[in-house]
């Protein structure tokens, strides 16, 4: 049966701010009486391989470019027409990777239509994102960053980026959530004990930030998570660790440069010594085969491709023939539209590589990417523990289930 077609009427875009304060862009869509509303996160962390956030002028240029080109070519467009939307997008922008209208402003909209059609519709968000994806919808597992350093702390915390946790074997979408904020209320304590003259300071996602090491930070973790059954994980954020010229790792809470062969060492060693079983971004960006020897080192290890693959189908296809990754993150704003992380994640399936739906560290409370992981069949949602544009994404998987319940299946994180 032909579904009824509907038409976007008017839209609106405003600069608003993200949870570091910096300037991003929301965007509302009108069909007659009904709308939508969708903002754009932003990352610290970007891959270079990632679509430009926002074009010269920032997200005042992207509110400019909305009224004046994008809104008159969105009216009488169908918001179930996803593809038809995100090819207007790209059509408008004119480059590889939307550098002209930004990659933030792409998002926003592309989000926003599918909110639209699913109220139109009158369909669960998530419903209809898994429609649009034609993958089984899941509830994923939180994947919760604790603790953290890197581009995301200030001089003093661990190098490595984020130290994550996430429940094995729950029952229900409740007690997954709860797991992640027990360890994340528990380690406040263990930190105040340990770490003399810390305040309880964190980092841009609520994860704690102390001045240690990385292996004081995972001891703190492993004491925090004692009699709790989750397992553990690290996002390296290699890249932003990378000195390119001098070809070395730059540790600089240890004070270190560290060669690949160093670093990979260290990383090793912290993956036996303290049974981590995610490892995300291990190495730079370009050195697909670093990450393809430490797969080799861990035939169990799921290690993660983030700055990698940015969302890209094709990078995904390229890292899985050179077997160097098991999972990938999805982060919609590193490819601008829904329909390229629908590819992106379908790539993944078909490859069967793990699939990790992310939030960027400068988030807003739009809970859109909760939607998105049930509707990309994602075994992780990382959307951080703390903090209300955190929270807000573990709130909605929350009235999910409370909602749909056992219609839509858990995840289990048994396989790793
Ligand atoms: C990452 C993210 C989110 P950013 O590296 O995975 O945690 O950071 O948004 O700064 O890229
Ligand atoms: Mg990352």
Redesign the pocket.
């Known amino acids: 049966m032909a579904r009824e077609s509907f038409t976007i009427t008017d839209g609106e875009a405003w600069v608003v701010l993200d949870s570091r304060g910096s300037e991003t862009i929301e965007v509302t869509l009108y069909s007659g009486k009904v709308s939508a509303t969708a903002s754009a996160?932003?990352?610290?962390?970007?891959g270079s391989r990632e679509a430009v956030p926002f074009p010269e002028g920032g997200a005042k240029q992207s509110v400019k470019i909305f009224t004046d080109s994008l809104r008159g070519r969105l009216v009488g467009r169908d918001p179930a027409d996803q593809t038809g939307i995100d090819t207007l997008l790209k059509e408008v922008d004119g480059s590889e990777n939307f550098s002209k209208i930004g990659g933030n402003l792409a998002y926003a909209v592309s989000a926003c239509s599918v909110k639209l059609a699913a109220m139109l519709m009158q369909k669960p968000i998530w419903r209809h994102m898994a429609d649009l994806s034609g993958l089984a919808p899941v509830y994923p597992i939180p994947l919760g960053?604790v603790l953290g350093g890197g581009?995301?702390a200030g001089e003093g915390a661990p190098d490595i980026?984020?130290f994550l946790v996430f429940p094995r074997r729950v029952r229900s979408v409740e007690e997954a959530v709860k797991v992640n904020v027990e360890v994340h209320r528990r380690l406040g304590k263990v930190l105040a004990k340990k770490v003399g003259g810390y305040g309880g300071g964190k980092g841009?996602?609520g994860a704690y930030a102390p001045p240690v090491d990385d292996e004081k930070a995972l001891q703190a973790v492993k004491e925090a998570s004692e009699r709790l059954d989750v397992g553990f994980g690290l996002?390296v954020?290699a890249s932003s660790l990378y000195d390119a010229y001098q070809k070395k790792y730059h540790y600089r809470n240890r004070g270190k440069h560290l060669t690949r062969e160093q670093h990979m060492q260290h990383i090793s060693e912290l993956v036996e010594r303290y049974g981590i079983s995610y490892v995300?971004?291990p190495f730079e960006e370009t050195d697909v085969e670093g990450f393809a020897e430490l797969c080799r080192a861990f035939p169990k290890l799921l290690v993660c491709g983030?700055?990698l693959v940015v969302t890209r189908a094709e990078l995904i296809r390229w890292a899985s023939e050179k077997r160097a990754v098991r999972a990938v993150?999805l982060?919609p704003n590193q490819v601008g539209t829904i329909t390229d992380t629908v590819e992106a994640a379908k790539e993944a399936e078909k490859r069967g590589i793990v699939r990790v739906v992310?939030?960027?560290?400068?988030e807003t409370c739009d809970s859109f990417l909760t939607h998105l992981a049930i509707g990309l069949g994602g075994k992780f949602i990382?959307a951080g523990v703390a903090g209300g544009e955190r929270v807000a994404k573990a709130n909605e998987l929350l009235r999910i289930w409370y909602k749909a319940g056992g219609s839509i299946s858990l995840q289990e994180a048994d396989v790793i």
């Open positions: 996160p932003s990352g610290k962390s970007r960053n581009a995301h980026q984020e841009d996602e996002d954020a995300e971004d983030d700055d993150i982060k992310s939030h960027r560290s400068g990382k």
